[in-house]
């Protein structure tokens, strides 16, 4: 599946839209966020993830988003089921988002 550009105006109908969805959290200065979108890219399309949609919020446009996900630190990837926060982690590694994108498959 793609990755789709989300923001404050369609965060929470893409939510409603898929019951499974990971969202990176990113800003344009930030060097680290700009390293791992590659990787975010190569994961949507990762078969082991297939139903699971990939949303890339861009924190500095998106303050209402950035909230519903306790974003403190850029990048930041949030997991959502039926619309809900499971979990949000800072990081930098592709592990850390396999291990989200591990856990948000597994409910």
């Known amino acids: ?10 965060f929470q109908e893409l939510l409603s839209q ?6 990176k ?5 930030c060097g680290t966020c ?3 979108a590659p990787k975010y890219r190569r994961l949507s399309d990762d078969e082991r ?3 699971i949609a990939f949303l890339d919020i861009n924190a500095e446009e998106s303050p209402e988003a950035r909230k519903a996900a306790q974003v403190n630190n850029l990048p930041t990837f949030a997991i959502f ?3 809900e926060l499971v979990e949000s982690v800072a990081t930098g590694k ?4 396999v291990a989200l994108l591990e856990k948000l498959k597994s409910l």
């Open 1 to 10: 599946m793609a990755v789709i550009t989300s923001n404050d105006q369609n």
């Open 34 to 36: 700009r390293l791992i």
């Open 81 to 83: 089921h039926n619309g």
């Open 94 to 97: 592709e592990e850390g988002i």
């Open 18 to 23: 898929h019951p499974k969805a990971i969202a």
């Open 25 to 29: 959290f990113y800003a344009g200065w």
């Open 49 to 51: 993830f297939a139903g």
